[in-house]
């Protein structure tokens, strides 16, 4: 059984700052992990990947996340947010490769003030 | 262009009449798969089919049907609406092949409203 858990239902940053959107998964085998984005009034598209090779890995849009396995987290990080960033995020879990079914975060809505 | 075509976008209908949301791909992709998304409940898996003819529940089954009768579509039916299937459905598709597992290419959504 695998899951997922985002800290925080809405995080707000300042135009320029930081984002920093926390995902904390569960699998009792090597997991894939994944980042999708949801923009308003359209479906979801994938941010980036992780598929056990390397532990960084940088996505579309600047994103980009880390893969910490003593610590069980997937965070997602951009070093400057910009206003078209303002989406609804999803941290999502599989069971590794060969394996299709996803299960998802509840999303982390991304608010950027200017 | 490459997409997933789900019709109807916004549809109100009313308890007991029967649906289908269709799904269409222009992938050639093999694996497709229905989810709903819920407010503070994510997107949570309804049925899913591998290939044609093959098709497999997810997590949240009860009250709705598939079929996959080719490899495009995939229309996901409600036999007898309920009121707690209001929710918004996404249909997303994906190659088969161990380097894009998990990589899933989405519909636009449909919202559905039940009275």
């Known amino acids: 059984a695998q899951s997922v858990t985002q800290l925080g239902s809405h995080v707000s940053v300042s135009e320029g700052a930081l984002v920093l959107l926390r995902c904390n998964y569960s699998?009792?085998?090597?997991?894939?992990l994944f980042w999708y984005v949801q923009y308003p009034n359209q479906g979801l598209q994938l941010l980036l990947k992780?598929?056990?090779?390397?532990?960084l890995v940088k996505g579309i849009n600047g994103f980009e996340a880390e893969f910490k396995k003593s610590e069980t987290s997937f965070h997602l990080t951009k070093p400057s947010a910009h206003m078209s960033d303002a989406a609804e995020y999803f941290c999502a879990v599989s069971s590794g490769a060969g394996s299709y079914q996803l299960t998802f975060g509840k999303g982390t809505k991304l608010s950027v003030i200017p | 262009e490459a997409q997933v075509t789900q019709n109807p976008r916004y549809l109100i209908t009313v308890t007991g009449k029967k649906l289908t949301v269709t799904c269409s791909q222009n992938?050639?992709?093999?694996?497709m798969s229905w989810y709903r998304q819920d407010p503070g409940l994510g997107l949570r898996q309804i049925y899913y089919s591998m290939n044609v003819e093959v098709t497999d529940k997810g997590d949240v089954p009860e009250g709705y049907k598939v079929s996959r009768k080719e490899k495009r579509n995939f229309p996901l039916i409600l036999e007898s609406p309920s009121p707690n299937q209001t929710s918004l459905y996404f249909c997303?598709?994906?190659?088969?092949?161990?380097?894009?597992?998990?990589?899933?290419?989405f519909g636009e959504g449909s919202r559905l409203t039940v009275l």
């Open positions: 992938m050639n992709h093999e694996y």
């Open positions: 992780y598929t056990s090779a390397a532990t």
């Open positions: 699998s009792s085998v090597p997991p894939y």
């Open positions: 997303a598709s994906s190659p088969l092949g161990t380097g894009s597992a998990g990589e899933l290419f």
